[in-house]
C-alpha cells in the first residue's frame, strides 16, 4: 500500500519560533501537496511541488515556505510561527490521479 | 479558476435513513471528481473517485455517486446510514496534468441519530 508520513501528529510550538513540518512519501511520486485544515474552511492548499526543488505557491502561502531536496521528502517551513498559524496541515503526493494523503499535524502555536 | 461548493454545512439524518450530500463545482476542462471521509482525529479516507466513463460512481461502505455534467454536480448517496458513518465528507475537484492541485469544498458534517 502506499504511504504518506508525516514526522509529528501534535507539535507546539512558541509565537516566533521556526518550525519545520515534515512529509515522506515512499511511492516515488513527483507531486506533492501542502493543505491547512481549518473548521468551516475545508483544505486549502498552501504550497505544492511537482518536482525535486520545483515548488508553487497554492491559495494561501503567505507565512510559509517549502523545502523539496529529495524526491520524497517534501517540508513546510512556518519561518516565524503566529498564533493564526494554529491549524491541521495536511500533505499529500500524487501521482496520475491518485491522491494520497498523510494523517496530519495538529500544530498549536502558543 | 476550479472552486467547489458543499451547500450543507451540517446534515443529520436517522440510522437507517437514505442520505444524499450535495456538491457542485466549476472547472474549465473536464473535471476529476473525489469524495473524502474524515473522522473524528482521522485522516482523509478516499470514498470514491470519476474520472470518465459511467457517471455513476460505485465507492467503499456502500457509497455512490453520481457525475451530471449539466448541472456541475457529483451528489454523494447513501441507501441506509450506519451509525460509524457520522463523519465529516468533502468532495474535491482535480484535473488533467501531473501536477494538477485538488481543491476541496468546506465540507459538511454528517450526524447520524440512533
Known amino acids: 500500500d502506499v504511504k504518506v508520513t508525516q514526522s509529528s501528529r501534535y507539535l507546539v510550538k512558541r509565537t516566533g519560533e521556526k518550525v519545520f513540518l515534515e512529509c515522506v512519501q515512499d511511492?516515488?511520486?513527483?507531486?506533492m501537496f501542502w493543505y491547512r485544515q481549518d473548521p468551516g474552511l475545508g483544505l486549502r492548499l498552501i504550497y505544492f511541488?511537482?518536482?525535486?526543488?520545483?515548488?508553487e505557491k497554492g491559495d494561501i502561502p503567505e507565512g510559509y515556505s517549502v523545502s523539496r531536496e529529495k524526491k520524497e521528502r517534501f517540508s513546510l517551513i512556518l519561518e516565524s510561527a503566529s498564533t493564526n498559524q494554529t491549524s491541521m496541515y495536511l500533505c499529500?503526493?500524487?501521482?496520475?490521479?491518485?491522491?494520497?494523503f498523510g494523517s496530519g499535524t495538529r500544530l498549536t502555536v502558543v | 479558476a476550479q472552486s467547489v461548493t458543499q451547500p450543507d454545512i451540517h446534515i443529520t439524518v436517522s440510522e437507517g435513513a437514505s442520505l444524499e450530500l450535495r456538491c457542485n463545482y466549476s472547472?474549465?476542462?473536464?473535471?476529476?471528481l473525489f469524495w473524502y471521509v474524515q473522522s473524528p482525529g482521522q485522516g482523509l479516507q478516499l470514498l470514491l473517485k470519476?474520472?470518465?466513463?459511467?457517471?455513476l460512481v460505485q465507492g467503499i461502505k456502500g457509497f455512490e455517486a453520481e457525475f451530471k455534467r449539466s448541472q456541475s454536480s457529483f451528489n454523494l448517496r447513501k441507501p441506509s446510514v450506519h451509525w460509524s458513518d457520522a463523519a465529516e465528507y468533502f468532495c474535491?475537484?482535480?484535473?488533467?496534468?501531473?501536477?494538477?492541485?485538488?481543491?476541496f469544498g468546506k465540507g459538511t458534517k454528517l450526524t447520524v441519530n440512533p
Open positions: 511541488s511537482y518536482d525535486v526543488k520545483m515548488k
Open positions: 511511492m516515488d511520486h513527483e507531486n
Open positions: 470519476y474520472f470518465s466513463g459511467d457517471t
Open positions: 472547472y474549465g476542462a473536464t473535471p476529476y
Open positions: 499529500a503526493s500524487k501521482e496520475n490521479y491518485g491522491y494520497t
Open positions: 474535491a475537484v482535480g484535473g488533467e496534468g501531473g501536477s494538477e492541485k485538488l481543491v
